[in-house]
């Protein structure tokens, strides 16, 4: 079983940036592919990114190319993401994801564990 916990999320203007990170506990967090996906209000929890259990390979979905940057430290159990150039349409709770599948798939079919959750609201 793995635990994640998301934090960094919070209130900034059109433009801004913002760090995510998700501490990851439990076995064998390297064996993992790790994603980010988020959820804004009314619309279905939706892709964002993603990033292979040997850091190899990322892949962003094209509403965040250019902007946002997936990245983990096996070593800390954590999963990061980048988000710069920040956009109202990027307000949503952002999860933190982990699966075998998770990167090739790119999708929800491909996480087994799901954290809680973390607001971002980007203001105009």
């Known amino acids: 079983q793995v635990q994640l916990v998301e934090s960094g999320g919070g209130l900034v203007q059109a433009g801004g940036s913002l760090r995510l990170s998700c501490a990851a506990s439990g076995p064998s967090f390297s064996n993992y592919d790790m994603g980010w996906f988020r959820q804004a209000p009314g619309k279905e929890r939706e892709f964002v990114a993603a990033i292979s259990r040997s850091l190899i390979s990322t892949y962003n979905a094209n509403s965040v190319k250019g902007r946002f940057t997936i990245s983990r430290d096996n070593a800390k159990n954590t999963v990061y993401l980048e988000m710069n150039s920040l956009k109202p349409e990027d307000t949503a709770v952002y999860y933190c994801?982990?699966?075998?599948?998770?990167?090739?798939?790119?999708?929800?079919?491909?996480?087994?564990?799901w954290g809680k959750g973390t607001l971002v609201t980007v203001s105009s």
């Open positions: 994801a982990a699966g075998k599948q998770v990167y090739a798939y790119c999708g929800i079919t491909g996480v087994d564990y």
